[in-house]
């Protein structure tokens, strides 16, 4: 469990390694939908100065029915980490200036060269892989 500001300064511990930080919650379908895409980016770069890690936004009364149960039939490889967030949207601006609230929502993040970049909506593979090679090249 964290808090957004906690997130917040765990990313900005990472230097140079890029974060790509995925936002869902169990009752939002495309997110279901695209945790996989999150999985196998992971298992790609392994060896790479990337990370990937899967947040989850459900209310905190939510998660020991629904989202502990949901993580444990998965078995995610990544690390999941549940945002306690106190509700209503102002926690988002603490993340990104520009997060409007939609879920999922995907967050690139590199501390060392300040990429801090937001994208609202849903992947393909070839996208999300074509936009984490555009920060891998730019190195």
């Given at each position: 469990?964290?808090?957004?500001?906690?997130?917040?300064h765990r990313?900005?511990?990472?230097?140079d390694?890029?974060?790509?930080?995925?936002?869902?919650?169990?009752?939002?379908?495309p997110c279901?939908e695209?945790?996989?895409?999150f999985?196998?980016?992971?298992?790609?770069?392994?060896?790479?100065p990337?990370r990937?890690w899967l947040?989850?936004?459900?209310e905190?009364?939510?998660?020991?029915?629904s989202v502990k149960?949901?993580?444990?039939?998965?078995?995610?490889?990544?690390?999941?980490l549940?945002?306690a967030?106190?509700g209503?949207?102002?926690?988002?601006?603490?993340?990104?200036?520009?997060?409007?609230?939609?879920?999922p929502?995907t967050l690139?993040?590199?501390?060392?060269?300040s990429v801090?970049?937001?994208?609202?909506?849903?992947?393909?593979?070839?996208e999300?892989?074509?936009?984490?090679q555009?920060?891998?090249?730019y190195r």
């Open positions: 469990m964290v808090t957004p500001t906690q997130l917040r990313l900005e511990r990472q230097g390694t890029l974060v790509v930080v995925n936002f869902w919650a169990t009752w939002c379908r279901i695209e945790l996989p895409l999985d196998s980016l992971a298992h790609r770069y392994r060896h790479a990337v990937v947040v989850n936004v459900d905190r009364s939510r998660w020991e029915r149960p949901f993580i444990r039939r998965r078995q995610f490889s990544l690390p999941v549940l945002l967030h106190g209503g949207s102002q926690w988002m601006g603490t993340l990104h200036p520009a997060w409007t609230g939609t879920i929502a690139f993040w590199r501390a060392s060269d801090a970049e937001l994208v609202e909506g849903e992947w393909t593979a070839e999300l892989e074509r936009y984490v555009q920060y891998v090249r």
